[in-house]
């Protein structure tokens, strides 16, 4: 038994002339949709500052463009809850989502409240990508310089 190698040049197999790949055309790798954007809140009990908080979120939406979709929800006190916004966008086949928390200080519900909320939105969907984004001051402020406005915490 011999290996083909052992074969002269003209008995061996031969391949067609456009097998290279740089032959082929070119195909681009559809592009990966931009991550959801989630504005965490605390909540209010008055409607209106839960109406002001959806409308940053739209501004911040609008100067994003087609950036990605940007969803205001709430640890508490308004809707949509965190773990409402996050079924909602899962369900709409979004698996890869930014979490941004919009509070002022880094107490208790940043630290508890919201990893908790986000680990619970987790459960069960191995492929839901969230990204928690540090609750920070000056990053609460540039969202407010983003959309050409002045920061409340200075």
């Known amino acids: 038994m011999s290996s083909w190698t052992s074969l002269p ?41 839960a109406d002001e ?3 940053l979120a739209a501004d911040v939406a609008a100067r994003l463009g087609d950036g990605g979709a940007v969803t205001p929800c709430f640890l508490e006190l308004a809707e949509p809850s965190i773990l409402d916004a996050l079924q909602a966008a899962y369900d709409a086949g979004v698996r890869d989502a930014l979490a941004v928390p919009c509070f002022l200080f880094g107490a208790g519900h940043v630290k508890n409240g919201l990893p908790t909320a986000i680990q619970a939105a987790r459960m069960g969907r ?5 990204r928690y984004g540090a609750a920070r001051r000056r990053h ?10 002045n920061c409340p915490a200075g």
């Open 140 to 149: 609460f402020c540039l969202m407010f310089r983003l959309i050409g406005g």
């Open 9 to 49: 040049v003209s008995a061996r197999p031969t391949l067609p002339p456009d097998h290279r790949s740089d032959t082929l055309p070119a195909t681009p790798a559809p592009a990966a949709p931009a991550p959801t954007v989630l504005l965490l809140g605390h909540g209010a009990r008055d409607p209106e500052g």
């Open 53 to 55: 908080y959806r409308a």
């Open 126 to 130: 191995p492929d839901l990508k969230i």
